[in-house]
């Protein structure tokens, strides 16, 4: 079927006329005269048998046909201008390159990530788990996650969110082994924690008034995703961070205990490579990200 369309170039002064709210800033961003505008948008006009604006002293302003038009014509040449960008860019420049500790990935980022692709399906992400930070001058990488205990300097930089930790263990636990009525009842269980973050352990012990309990004598494990695992299988009470655990507690795979929960000087931050411009797959996953961590902390 032969398609019924306008005047391209007409098509585009129209769009940015009515974009723009007048036919000068039209022409500038077109790099064409004023007069040239008017007369492409008194083309389009005369082919469609209808008036797109209402002409007066003091400017412009759509009428209703124009509108409806405006509306149909901006999707179309958005479409056509992302289709156009992805289709001159190259690989490198769809792949977004991510590096973070192997928890956060596992218990945070993947069970999210499918959002993510939904909105930027032609963004190819590549996912490097490893506790030590991104050397950005070193490695191919183009964002980094991971935890500070105070915010770190450099110019790209978002903080996404802090670390709250409390106690969590399966159920089943609780129902085959000793009460956990108070704190001082974990003297009588196996404490799970990661080798990478000793202090957990402690500081909610001492907030908790049950600091003779050495909960670094239990099971230890190279990270933390295995100690939450152990946790779901029974095997010992895990001291959790609450954005990881958030989704096992309200399915009750896991249960915390005590209601008390510690708040460390610890933050998860977003960091990524200092180049100028950013790369609009780098813009669009910092978006992503942040509102993530902002929906998580808005519905604890």
Not at 21 to 30: D, H, I, K, P, V
Not at 161 to 173: D, K, R, S, Y
Request: glycine share 6%; charged share 25%; with cysteine.
């Amino acid at each position: 079927m032969t398609r019924r369309l306008p005047p391209l170039n007409a098509l585009r002064a129209f769009e940015a006329a009515a974009r723009c709210g007048n036919f000068t800033r039209a022409a500038q961003e077109l790099c064409v005269t004023q007069g040239a505008v008017s007369r492409h948008i008194a083309t389009l006009e005369g082919w469609l048998g209808l008036a797109l604006f209402e002409r007066g002293r003091h400017g412009i302003a759509l009428t209703p046909a124009g509108q409806r038009y405006f509306d149909t014509a901006r999707a179309a040449l958005d479409q056509i201008d992302y289709g156009t960008r992805q289709l001159q860019a190259g690989p490198d420049e769809r792949r977004l390159r991510i590096k973070l500790p192997p928890t956060f990935a596992i218990r945070w980022l993947v069970p999210r990530l499918a959002r993510f692709h939904a909105l930027h399906p032609r963004i190819d992400v590549q996912i490097t788990t490893s506790h030590e930070r991104a050397d950005f001058a070193r490695e191919e990488v183009d964002v980094s996650i991971h935890s500070e205990p105070q915010p770190p300097a450099g110019p790209g930089l978002r903080r996404l969110f802090g670390e709250t930790l409390l106690p969590v263990c399966a159920p089943g636990l609780l129902e085959r082994g000793p009460q956990l009525r108070k704190p001082a009842d974990l003297a009588r269980h196996v404490l799970l924690c990661s080798m990478n973050r000793p202090k957990d352990w402690p500081a909610w012990l001492a907030e908790a008034g049950a600091p003779q309990i050495d909960g670094n004598s239990g099971l230890r494990f190279e990270n933390a995703a295995l100690a939450y695992q152990a946790a779901a299988d029974q095997l010992g009470v895990m001291v959790a961070l609450d954005a990881f655990v958030r989704d096992d507690l309200a399915a009750g795979r896991l249960v915390a205990p005590f209601a008390l929960k510690v708040r460390t000087e610890g933050a998860y931050y977003l960091a990524w490579r200092d180049q100028a411009p950013l790369p609009e797959r780098v813009r669009a996953f910092e978006d992503w990200i942040v509102k993530e961590a902002e929906a998580m902390a808005f519905s604890s």
